[in-house]
């Protein structure tokens, strides 16, 4: 017979509710709980419950993490797949990274409209209104291009990319521009223009094969250089900005890559790239914005109330040498990360080797927008900025066949063009936006 407190255990909390129906239902809970190694089994029993219940619901939302993320997932491996497919003879698959930006959409649209394979990645960083970068992928998309949202310093992504597709080239686009923003947030060039390229190095050179890498250098990286026009040859040691160090810092890091590893790369040195869909943060483009909302623009002047002038060059020629450096890419030479022999290693300068200088681009503005600038004439702040550029492009002209074709004048036509109608400043009047 169960103990008095035994029975107590298994009597209602409140008093008179109970009610005895039957002695057989009796003679079960007997046969239950007759004992308190009965009681103990059935305690270890909700234990053992409660934890495959914790167990399983950790599981579920560990998937629910994983399939709710930006990569991943069956439906994103067949994206992938289809936007990678080549629609030419001899074509090629291109992982285009910071194809949202402003030069990695051009190049995109260029290679994809010749039917090359296109895989673009960005990351849709808030450096400048991420909208526009958003606009630049929505059309991307209208032309079956697809863009992986993602981070080039995500070493697993990357690896699941070069695993689904067998590229045979990338383009590497994705850096964080700008030179005056270094003074204010500089772990974000290490992180993207250091570690995001060695990052992508590494998946590159595990690929098998590996694919032939072009990729954006600058020409800040001339730095103080006052030796005019700037040549491939000439020093760079001496970089005036964050910025532009962290670019040299690249060449450098690709010249190890190559040596060691085989990787054939291509390093391009961009001169003030202008033209529709381009970058908020560059002055035409802010100026264009100022100048029509009546605002004061802020134009600099160098030592001795020097004008400053930039070797401005139009995205569409860009876009030409860019496409020019993926023709002439020789293969890698490495495999499983091991080099078999000597690879392909090669700077070209990327400019329109006609300077302008500033008051000029200004003037050429006010002209476009039928608009008269309210100006500020200051002279520079140390912010890491240079005095002038002027790009020597012999070496591009004889090894790539590039030839710059649109002057300032012409090239900000089309892009006051693009910005009345992409912002709107002129409904009536439609414009291909690309």
Partial sequence: MPSKAEQELFLPSTPGKFKDKSHSMHRQFHRCFASTSTMFLWALFLVALTAAYLSFQSFVDSGSKYFSAAWGGVQWEKNVRASAQIHRHNGAAVLVTGAAGFVGSHVSLALKKRGDGVVGLDNFNNYYDPSLKKARKHLLNSHNIFIVEGDVNDARMLAKLFEIVRFTHVMHLAAQAGVRYAMENPQSYVHSNIAGLVTLLESCKAANPQPAIVWASSSSVYGLNEKVPFSE?????????????????????????????????????????????????MAYFSFTRNILQGKPITVYRGKDRVDLARDFTYIDDIVKGC???????????????????????????????????????????????????KKNVVTMPGNG????????????????????TTDLQTGLKKFVRWYLAYYGYNPGKPVKLF
Avoid at 255 to 272: A, D, Q
Avoid at 385 to 404: C, M, W
């Fill in 233 to 281: 040859s000439d020093r760079t040691d001496r970089p005036a900005s964050l910025y532009a160090a962290t670019k040299k810092a690249g060449e450098e890091i690709t010249h190890t890559y190559n040596h060691i590893y085989g990787l054939s790369i291509t390093g391009l040195r961009f001169f003030t790239v202008y033209g529709p869909w381009g970058r908020p943060d």
């Fill in 385 to 404: 900025d240079v005095p002038f550029t002027h790009a020597n492009i012999s070496s591009a002209r004889r090894e790539l066949g590039y030839k710059p």
């Fill in 323 to 373: 496409v020019a450096s993926l023709d002439t890419a020789k293969k890698s030479t490495g495999s499983g990360g091991k080099k078999r022999g000597p690879a392909q290693y090669r700077i070209f300068n990327l400019g329109n080797t006609s300077p302008v200088t500033v008051p000029m681009m200004v003037n050429m503005l006010e002209k476009q927008l039928k608009v008269k600038a």
